[in-house]
């Protein structure tokens, strides 16, 4: 067998590909690979995350559902900088990844059994479910915050699938679409180990596009924890694999706002607010499910965790753009950290680092100051 899916706490293998949690101790499912990583089985004629297809042993290829996401661009800044383009995925963001990799693995079965998908969002993965339901004339119902962004709610509604909008904190929008109701197969996005393992061609692609050397630093905006836990299980798959000779440092970057990465890590007590009322709308998880399994994947790689204020997240914004880099204040809170580190020469100015910029600008509800 190439993979299995084991729990994160107590290794019970779970042979349920639908199951989204252990079913001995509900704790998170991780995808274990039981094969290296190969350059020559690299499919080079394909321009899409699918040139790994390898290496998701568990999609058959006649099951495939793409929207042509992933190999996004590997844009240089200046020196050793480069942003990696992830706001160009198909729906605008990277949950692409994730999400072609899920409905992939899911859509007979779920058609099969005449049901439909249930996912959780606070707007961005909602969009890329419902986008890729629909390519797979899958029935999706997507459960959003009722203060979900104007933008991101249009798009769910325009890819023609069930939209609920819950009132409450996000953990309360995971509950009721969690809730059993007759068809429904909750394949939410952050509990879901396939969607967290699609993200891993993230790091296969960055790798890649640097000619296999693994850069010193990756910046990246952390909420719920898919992306920072995809990326580095990527990495790691590359390192074990003897492909890169180190797993560079991730630096886990979020709002003061919602930040209980960074006070976890750093033994802080955080008291999350009532409400979260930061720019950066994609970053609401003040009490993600994923926490523990970020903290231990953190210390494994000798990474780290920063928080920007307001302030600088708009700052970083603004910059971006005047750069010609247009995207929604979350992905800039990743360049606010890098610059925020820069400046207080945290960071060697020659080191080889990428800063994900992870959803377009065209999401956001920000209005021009003049």
Same mark, same amino acid.
Request: glycine content about 6%; aromatic content about 10%; overall charge positive.
């Given at each position: 067998?190439?993979?299995?899916?084991?729990?994160?706490?107590?290794?019970?293998?779970?042979?349920? %590909?639908?199951?989204?949690?252990?079913?001995r101790?509900?704790?998170?499912?991780? *995808?274990?690979?039981?094969?290296?990583?190969?350059?020559?089985?690299?499919?080079?004629?394909?321009?899409?995350?699918?040139?790994?297809a390898?290496f998701?042993?568990?999609?058959?290829?006649? +099951? %495939?559902?793409?929207?042509?996401?992933?190999?996004?661009?590997?844009?240089?800044?200046?020196?050793?900088?480069?942003?990696?383009?992830?706001?160009?995925?198909?729906?605008?963001?990277?949950?692409?990844?994730?999400?072609?990799?899920l %409905?992939?693995?899911l859509?007979?079965?779920?058609?099969?059994?005449?049901g439909?998908?249930?996912?959780?969002?606070?707007?961005?993965?909602?969009?890329?479910?419902?986008?890729?339901?629909?390519r797979?004339?899958?029935?999706?119902?997507?459960?959003?915050?009722?203060?979900?962004?104007?933008?991101?709610?249009?798009?769910?509604?325009?890819?023609?699938?069930?939209v609920?909008?819950?009132?409450?904190?996000?953990s309360?929008?995971?509950?009721?679409?969690?809730?059993?109701?007759?068809?429904?197969?909750?394949?939410?996005?952050?509990?879901?180990?396939?969607?967290?393992?699609?993200?891993?061609?993230?790091?296969?692609?960055?790798?890649?596009?640097?000619?296999?050397?693994?850069?010193?630093?990756?910046?990246?905006?952390?909420?719920?924890?898919?992306?920072?836990?995809? *990326?580095?299980?990527?990495?790691?798959?590359?390192?074990?694999?003897?492909i890169? +000779?180190?797993?560079?440092?991730?630096?886990?970057?979020?709002?003061?706002? *919602?930040?209980p990465?960074?006070?976890?890590?750093?033994?802080?007590?955080?008291?999350?607010?009532?409400?979260?009322?930061?720019?950066?709308?994609?970053? *609401?998880?003040?009490?993600?499910?994923?926490?523990?399994?970020?903290?231990?994947?953190?210390?494994?790689?000798?990474?780290?965790?920063?928080?920007?204020?307001?302030?600088?997240?708009?700052?970083?914004?603004?910059?971006l753009?005047?750069?010609g880099?247009?995207?929604?204040?979350?992905?800039?809170?990743?360049?606010?950290?890098?610059?925020?580190?820069?400046?207080?020469?945290?960071?060697?100015?020659?080191?080889?680092?990428?800063?994900?910029?992870?959803?377009?600008?065209?999401?956001?509800?920000?209005?021009?100051n003049?």
């Open positions: 067998m190439h993979f299995e899916i084991k729990c994160s706490a107590c290794n019970h293998l779970s042979s349920n %590909i639908l199951n989204y949690k252990c079913p101790c509900g704790q998170p499912l991780n *995808v274990q690979l039981n094969l290296k990583f190969e350059p020559r089985k690299i499919r080079k004629e394909n321009r899409s995350l699918w040139r790994y390898e998701f042993p568990y999609v058959k290829r006649e +099951d %495939i559902i793409t929207l042509g996401e992933g190999w996004t661009p590997l844009t240089k800044l200046s020196n050793n900088i480069y942003f990696k383009m992830e706001s160009l995925n198909p729906t605008g963001s990277f949950k692409d990844r994730g999400s072609t990799v %409905i992939s693995t859509h007979k079965q779920i058609k099969k059994k005449k439909y998908i249930a996912e959780d969002s606070s707007g961005n993965a909602g969009a890329s479910i419902a986008a890729y339901a629909a797979a004339n899958l029935k999706a119902k997507i459960y959003v915050p009722e203060n979900v962004a104007g933008p991101k709610f249009n798009q769910i509604q325009f890819y023609g699938v069930g609920t909008k819950i009132k409450g904190n996000r309360k929008v995971a509950e009721e679409a969690q809730k059993p109701e007759k068809g429904k197969f909750y394949a939410g996005h952050i509990l879901h180990p396939l969607f967290r393992d699609g993200i891993r061609s993230l790091a296969y692609e960055i790798a890649e596009q640097l000619d296999w050397q693994a850069p010193e630093r990756v910046y990246l905006p952390v909420s719920a924890g898919t992306l920072l836990l995809g *990326v580095i299980n990527g990495f790691k798959h590359l390192r074990e694999s003897n890169i +000779d180190k797993i560079p440092k991730i630096i886990a970057c979020q709002t003061k706002q *919602v930040s990465l960074y006070h976890r890590l750093k033994n802080l007590y955080y008291a999350p607010p009532e409400k979260v009322t930061s720019i950066a709308d994609a970053l *609401v998880s003040t009490d993600p499910p994923l926490l523990e399994l970020m903290v231990k994947s953190l210390k494994e790689t000798n990474s780290d965790a920063i928080i920007v204020h307001e302030n600088e997240i708009l700052e970083a914004f603004n910059g753009a005047k750069l880099f247009f995207v929604e204040p979350s992905s800039a809170v990743a360049y606010a950290a890098y610059k925020k580190q820069l400046k207080t020469k945290e960071i060697p100015k020659n080191e080889k680092t990428v800063i994900i910029l992870t959803g377009t600008g065209l999401k956001t509800t920000l209005k021009p003049y």
